[in-house]
């Protein structure tokens, strides 16, 4: 007998982490033959609702029902013994892995520790997915033949070549982990996937073969239910909508209907930089006779007997503001951290920052001392028990935490960045209360904060609403243009480039084919 629902709120009220309660007396029916997303600013409370239908948020008031179809036959995996009705894929999930491989954002550079030594292909394998207890007593599980092929297929559904699987977790890219993690997923032969932010760090090609594969199961019969901020990222074959604003559903029905709504218009607008034009600096010739903030001569390394970087020449001048372009595992990450001194391979290589050699801790300490830092591995491993005022107050001694005391001006100084973009309300805060966008703006303070001569923004946007895009490219364009700081920005998005940038440096397969 066929269910009439697939999922069935009735007058639910659930709870937030603090016991309030958030989307009160909810009615929602997902029925057989829909396909259903959620769009919502962030802190709207998309992470909640997924959390209630992997039943780890329990309602408040109310009754969840869940009539999920069964896995669909192609992608079932007979006797699985780790099988999983409901599988997420998140950013909260993968912050969970990422920390749990490494301790420190640095440690994917650092071989000779312990920590972050599982490949990619260990996150994959039946050992892993099926999470057998070797000492148990009997034979339980799939047939791994089967397990192989099913894995087998989902690698070449992502275009993943067999290299990367040999790799460590920890020196994959940001996106090429969330690929691993969505096979990961389906290995699990789950009746329902919920994915949140999916587009979030991925290349053009990656987003498309990414819609391609979420198209290709819906078409088998699985509920697909997809968490998105940007418009842009609805996947093709959504039939309705869920629209969320601060921990309600606001609107519910069809696609065109809900797009019609005022709100869902408001996630649609294009971002743009509210910067003049004309304080906005023009490209200029470089000053060669200025001393470079970054030179890079000629710099070639290998990691895991792959050519990361293949003779990289890059000078970067005062008044130079870069984007920083390429594809998924192009090196743009390896070439951050060279510069920002975070791997190893810094203190040998020929690398000049702000005239510095990165020859010892000193030297560290001085160019860091005039360099910020933004990038998704640092808001993942940003511990979230310090309030946002301590976050930013971090940035004048480029710590993860505050473990030493600011003097009154530090203060003084990271109060008024939290003021003037409107997050005085967060001061006292913890870190891992805050909205995603506020937490971004937080750690855009904390690059800031110390007056920089270079800001080094890595997919900043990522993750962010219309509003908090907006707000933070705004943010960039103003304080380059106060502080005549040089930038580096990353971004796989055209609409998410700031109006200062006035260069542009293309990486492919390691290396530099245009700037």
């Known amino acids: ?24 007396n909810t009615n929602w029916i997902w029925k057989p033959g829909q396909q259903w997303a959620a769009l919502g600013a962030n802190g709207s409370g998309k992470n909640e609702l997924a959390q209630a239908l992997t039943r780890r948020i329990p309602p408040l008031r109310g009754r969840v029902q869940m009539e999920l179809p069964p896995t669909p036959e192609c992608l ?32 994917r550079w650092h071989n000779g520790l312990d920590e972050g030594s599982l490949t990619a292909s260990y996150f994959l394998s039946h050992k892993y997915v099926e999470d057998i207890n070797p000492f148990e007593i009997g034979t339980r599980g799939a047939d791994p033949a089967v ?5 087998q297929m989902y690698l070449d559904w992502m275009g993943i070549p067999p290299e990367l699987l040999e790799r460590k977790w920890a020196h994959l890219s940001n996106g090429e982990q ?68 601060q921990h309600r559903i606001v609107a519910q029905g069809t696609r065109a209907e809900i797009l019609e709504h005022p709100l869902a218009r408001q996630q649609s607008e294009t971002v743009t930089p509210s910067v003049p034009s004309s304080a906005v600096p023009e490209p200029m ?14 710099v070639t ?30 090196g743009k990450t390896s070439l951050l951290n ?98 995603i966008g506020e937490q971004r703006m937080v750690l855009l303070a904390r690059a800031f904060v110390n007056r920089p001569r270079l800001i080094i923004l890595d997919e900043a946007c990522q993750g962010l609403d ?23 920005f990353v971004t796989h998005y055209a609409d998410e480039i700031p109006s200062c940038i006035n260069r542009t440096l293309h990486l492919l397969d390691g290396k530099i084919v245009s700037k």
Not at 312 to 325: D, F, Q, S, T, V
Not at 475 to 482: G, P
């Open 338 to 435: 060279l510069i920002q001194g975070d791997h190893p391979l810094a203190y040998s290589l020929n690398i000049r920052v702000m005239g510095e050699l990165y020859r010892s801790t000193r030297s560290l300490w001085l160019i860091r001392q005039k360099m910020g830092w933004l990038s998704p591995e640092l808001h993942l491993h940003y511990p979230g028990d310090w309030t946002c005022l301590e976050v930013v107050c971090s940035g004048f001694f480029h710590s993860m935490g505050l473990h030493t005391s600011p003097n009154p001006r530090q203060q003084e100084t990271a109060l008024a960045y939290l003021e003037k973009w409107g997050l005085s309300h967060l001061v006292n805060t913890p870190f891992d209360y805050a909205s």
């Open 147 to 151: 397990f192989d092929r099913h894995c």
């Open 301 to 330: 390394f290998e990691a895991e007997n792959k050519v990361i970087l293949d003779h990289i020449r890059w000078k970067i001048y005062p008044g130079e503001n870069w984007a920083l372009l390429g594809p998924n595992g192009s």
């Open 1 to 24: 007998m066929n269910p009439d629902f697939w999922v069935k709120f009735e007058n639910v009220t659930l709870r937030d982490r603090e016991e309030n309660p958030i989307f009160p």
């Open 76 to 107: 079932d995996i007979p006797n699985l013994a780790n099988r999983k009705p409901v599988m997420v894929i998140s950013p909260e999930i993968h912050r969970h892995i990422l920390t749990s491989e490494s301790s420190f954002y640095q440690s």
């Open 178 to 245: 969330r690929k691993v993690l969505l096979i990961n997923a389906l290995l699990h032969a789950p009746q329902m996937l919920i994915l949140s932010e999916p587009f979030g760090g991925l290349d053009v090609r990656t987003r498309q073969t990414l819609r391609e594969i979420i198209s290709r199961l819906i078409r088998l019969g699985m509920p697909v239910l997809t968490l998105v901020t940007r418009v842009d990222e609805l996947p093709d074959a959504v039939t309705h909508l869920l629209l969320l604003d």
């Open 466 to 488: 219309a509003h908090y895009r907006h707000k933070l490219l705004t943010a960039v364009d103003e304080e380059i243009r106060m502080t005549d700081a040089a930038l580096i």
């Open 285 to 298: 010739p470089s000053p060669r006779s200025a001393e470079p903030v970054v030179e890079i001569n000629d």
